[in-house]
């Protein structure tokens, strides 16, 4: 009996048959149930992380799922961009900027600055924007300030977390707060707080049951201080203004982080295409949706295929879990001597004999939306039709970073 992967590579391989790979598509009944599925796990306003998506009519179709209401871009150009072209009117910036010309453009034009938050974490991100626009002569900039989620356990000795924002207590957030607020040319509209350590960190690593027990652990601990913090925070921010939303989460941590009373919304995206680092949680695993096809161009030996590129690989630590995945057929497996190549990529395992010249093998990314930055469309799959291609963002000729 055919397996579901059997299934899935034939209906895949039928879709795409007319055309020459390398290419990328989105089973859009995949991933329309993952943003469902997000959705209802918030129970919350969503925001969508563009990052982890780089195309337009796939932002705009997760925006058109109920309880996705915003987009959180990572370059003010990108945000402009967004705001423009028409897929929201409600776009946070979510990592501090020095881009002149953007923030020139941005302070330029009043309902665009209407509709982009900026996000800061210091005094000296606010002296840029009048450095490139005086509150006198521009429109008036909507601010986030972020909140460092980090743990720091052990009285600060340990650092647990990504290292983003130097706010880490609710007395800094209170001070920073106060001296956003008595800028001119500057309102506070927003804080958020991202707990990469429990959002976007895994929870059960194949074949290591101990460090799964571990990291639980671990999250569990920050999560309870974060709460805590995190409401202190936004209390010590609320003296000085009025805010609209306090954002926090990634797909790793939704229902988790939608939860905490002080958070009115969560971010996601990953989830949407559901890569492989999220293959690694066990409150919830998105279905894969995104996958990309090489062809086989070598047969060099018994039990081993080479097929044309592969080296598509994700950013983060350099270590296995940052390389694409071959997926289909199932039973394939990298090398451990070449890994994913940039111009080649041999595979090996039992499921390689079949293999000739000219057939294709599935991969899945480790991240998602950095599938993006290598192909100029994504092709959407329903069942074995393709019924649309979408240009992702460098199909349009827009490179943000």
């Known amino acids: ?37 997000l959705a209802r796990r918030a129970g919350k306003p ?21 309880g996705w209401e915003a987009v959180m871009a990572y370059t003010v150009a990108e945000a402009i961009w967004l705001v423009r072209t028409g897929v929201s009117r409600d776009v946070l910036v979510a990592y501090p900027s020095a881009d002149r010309q953007a923030l020139a453009e941005l302070a330029a034009d009043a309902d665009l600055a209407a509709a982009v938050t900026i996000t800061v974490d210091s005094v000296e991100q606010l002296d840029t924007v009048d450095a490139v626009a ?8 909507r601010v986030c300030l972020e909140l460092d989620a980090s743990w720091r356990p052990l009285g600060g000795q340990l650092h647990l977390g990504v290292r983003r924002s130097p706010v880490h207590t609710p007395a800094a957030a209170g001070a920073l707060a106060a001296l956003i607020t008595d800028r001119p040319g500057f309102r506070l509209v927003g804080l958020m707080a991202y707990e990469a350590q429990i959002a976007g960190l895994g929870d059960a690593p194949p074949g290591q049951a101990l460090r799964g027990t571990a990291i639980r652990a671990v999250q569990r601990r920050s999560y309870r201080e974060l709460v805590r913090r995190r409401a ?35 971010a996601a995206g990953s989830g949407l295409f559901g890569p492989t680092l999220f293959d690694a949680y066990r409150a919830w695993r998105p279905a894969p949706s995104a996958f990309f096809a090489l062809s086989v161009v070598r047969r060099p030996a018994p039990r081993v295929a080479t ?5 598509w690989i994700a950013s983060g630590p350099a270590d296995p879990s940052r390389l694409p995945t071959p997926w289909l057929p199932a039973g394939l497996r990298l090398t451990g001597t070449e890994g994913a190549g940039e111009v080649q990529t041999p595979l090996t395992g039992a499921a390689a004999d079949p293999l000739r010249v000219g057939d294709r093998v599935w991969f899945r990314h480790a991240k998602a939306g950095e599938l993006s930055e290598h192909v100029r469309e994504l092709h959407l799959v329903d069942g074995d039709r393709i019924v649309a291609t979408v240009p992702t963002y460098r199909g349009e000729d827009r490179a943000f970073l």
């Open 134 to 141: 005086s509150p006198a002569r521009r429109a008036e900039i």
């Open 46 to 66: 969503l925001r969508v992380a563009s990052k982890s998506v780089r195309s337009r009519a796939l932002l705009s179709r997760a925006l058109a799922t109920p």
């Open 307 to 311: 097929v044309l590129g592969g080296g």
């Open 232 to 266: 202190a925070a936004v209390a010590a921010v609320r003296d000085h203004a009025d805010l609209e939303f306090v954002n926090g989460g990634g797909t790793g941590s939704v229902a988790a982080t939608a939860a905490d009373s002080s958070v009115t919304e969560v």
């Open 1 to 37: 009996m055919p397996t579901e992967r059997d299934l899935l590579r034939d209906r895949l391989d039928r879709a795409t048959a007319h055309l020459d790979p390398p290419v990328a598509v989105i089973d859009i009944s995949a991933f329309d149930a993952n943003a469902a599925t």
